[in-house]
């Protein structure tokens, strides 16, 4: 395929389903002043042989965070667009269908978030944490409560689902929880627990892309996990393959 991959998200790529090469590339398309922008990413299909190049759509910025995912044999795109307002900067989620061109807005209030690893993303697109207003029926309140919550989405899905949730009432701890997102990567989620007041030390807990999935905030508390740090939080995660 005559193109080159310029994308600034290394953690992407190129990825291939059925005969078809998914990627992002430079955008070659002249503005109305007859310049190419330079800040385009265009993402495209083509076939295994550079055959049949298609323009899927178009976003601004090379460092757009993206994956292709292939699910019951549609591909969808996953992309993300990050904006600044009120001095807050704010990250917009979307799941595009390649196949139809329709698209799912999962979010436009993500505080952070974590992409599906490429080899799994078909399994849990994205994971992300959300602020919660402390007065939402206020407009220009922007206060926001000490817990948060995750979400999490799968590609297809119309809408994505909460699944932890950090106030009292969910967690049946004596203090809110404030979640991170440390990692998504082989089958497991590796979730990060900040406790707002008393005497619990933070930690982190790795959970099943579909135990966290099918959890919500009444069933959290039944949650199946596995304890990995119970003095802080991971900042970084290393994997090792053992055959025995």
Do not use: W
């Not at 667009?81 to 979307?94: H, L, Q, R």
């Amino acid at each position: 395929v005559p193109k080159i991959v310029s994308s600034e998200d290394y953690n992407a790529g190129i990825y291939l389903f059925g005969e078809y090469l998914y990627y992002g590339t430079t955008n070659v398309e002249k503005d109305s002043n007859g310049n190419v922008p330079k800040d385009i990413l265009t993402f495209q299909k083509a076939k295994i042989d550079g055959s049949s190049v298609e323009n899927i759509l178009s976003v601004k910025g090379l460092n757009t965070t993206f994956r292709f995912a292939e699910v019951n044999g549609t591909v969808y795109l996953i992309y993300t667009k990050v904006s600044t307002e009120n001095d807050t900067t704010v990250t917009s989620i979307y799941c595009y269908n390649v196949s139809n061109g329709s698209e799912v807005l999962v979010t436009d209030n993500a505080t952070a978030y974590v992409l599906g690893d490429n080899d799994e993303v078909s399994s849990l697109a994205v994971v992300y944490t959300e602020s919660v207003k402390k007065y939402p029926n206020i407009s220009d309140n922007t206060e926001t409560e000490s817990y948060n919550i995750v979400k999490a989405f799968k590609a297809g899905d119309s809408a994505s689902k909460t699944v932890l949730k950090g106030d009292r009432a969910s967690t049946g701890l004596s203090t809110d929880v404030s979640y991170t997102i440390a990692d998504v990567r082989n089958g497991y989620v590796f979730v990060a627990s900040s406790y707002v007041s008393g005497t619990l030390a933070d930690t982190t807990v790795a959970v099943t892309y579909a135990d966290l999935y099918a959890s919500t905030p009444e069933t959290q508390k039944n949650l199946t996990s596995v304890e990995v740090l119970n003095a802080g939080h991971i900042s970084d995660c290393y994997f090792v393959s053992l055959d025995n």
